[in-house]
């Protein structure tokens, strides 16, 4: 299959594909739309599509749109269950992830949790699939295979030292029992954040130090996460 990116609506990118071929949808969480996130995704959407699978990337700050407004019309019980009430940019995109077949988040590290962006668009998923019951903990329709792109400054010593596989965790167990699947995870640490270091106020970072990682390490990362691509519609 060739893989090309167009730009469809608001902030989505996809390639073309054939109605019986699996669905990709990657959500760039960064307002970077070529960050180390958004790069990452290419990269695991690279592998999508080369195990066959048609893909989209949806870049969430082209999007207008809130996190969940607490309406509760989700919980509703003479409503399906399943829908957010809200209708704004983010409603189609939530359609279409029902119908994919997989599904990518990716996400830089804000202050220790997910972007701001990231969070609004997890709450929306989520909590509108999410039924407070103990007999149907989830109104997903089917097991979607996922997995969670984190990208950040911090290195591994950091993530280690301040428990953000705890923080992450917690979206990680959301992801798993509402998505019906497991979590599949890539961590970026460390990475490059400006493309000329000497125009910023940045001394707490060593830049040489940075760059050296950078053309080591994320190489690496780029391959990983074509792996994780291809192995979420494989
Ligand atoms: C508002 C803001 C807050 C940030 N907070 C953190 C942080 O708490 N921990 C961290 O490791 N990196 C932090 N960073 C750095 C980004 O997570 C990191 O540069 C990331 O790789 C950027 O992704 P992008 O290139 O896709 O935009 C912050 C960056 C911004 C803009």
């Not at 180390?36 to 592998?47: D, F, K, S």
């Not at 220790?112 to 990231?118: D, E, K, Q, T, V």
């Not at 970026?188 to 950078?214: G, H, L, M």
């Amino acid at each position: 299959m060739k893989y090309y990116a167009h730009v469809t609506d608001a902030g989505a990118e996809q390639s073309n594909g054939g109605t019986d071929m699996k669905k990709i949808i990657a959500i760039n969480g960064s307002p970077r739309r070529n960050g180390n996130t958004a790069e990452l995704l290419q990269h695991a959407l690279r592998g999508a599509a080369d195990a066959g699978a048609e893909t989209e990337l949806v870049h969430l700050y082209s999007l207008k749109f809130t996190g969940c407004l607490s309406c509760f019309y989700c919980k509703r019980k003479d409503v399906a269950h399943g829908v957010c009430a809200l209708k704004d940019d983010l409603a189609p995109v939530l359609e279409r992830i029902k119908q994919a077949d997989a599904l990518i988040m990716g996400a830089p590290i804000y202050f220790m949790n997910l972007s701001a962006g990231m969070v609004a668009f997890i709450e929306r998923l989520f909590f509108s699939n999410y039924i407070y019951s103990e007999e149907i903990p989830t109104v997903f329709p089917k097991p979607l295979p996922h997995a969670f792109i984190y990208t950040m400054n911090m290195t591994e010593a950091h993530v280690e030292q301040f428990k953000m596989r705890e923080r992450l965790g917690i979206y990680e167990g959301s992801a798993a029992r509402i998505l019906r699947a497991e979590t599949k995870n890539l961590w970026a640490y460390n990475t490059y954040q400006f493309s000329d270091y000497s125009k910023y106020e940045s001394s707490i970072f060593n830049e040489p130090e940075k760059a050296a990682y950078r053309k080591e390490v994320f190489p690496k990362q780029c391959a990983e996460a074509y792996e994780i691509g291809k192995a979420l519609v494989s």
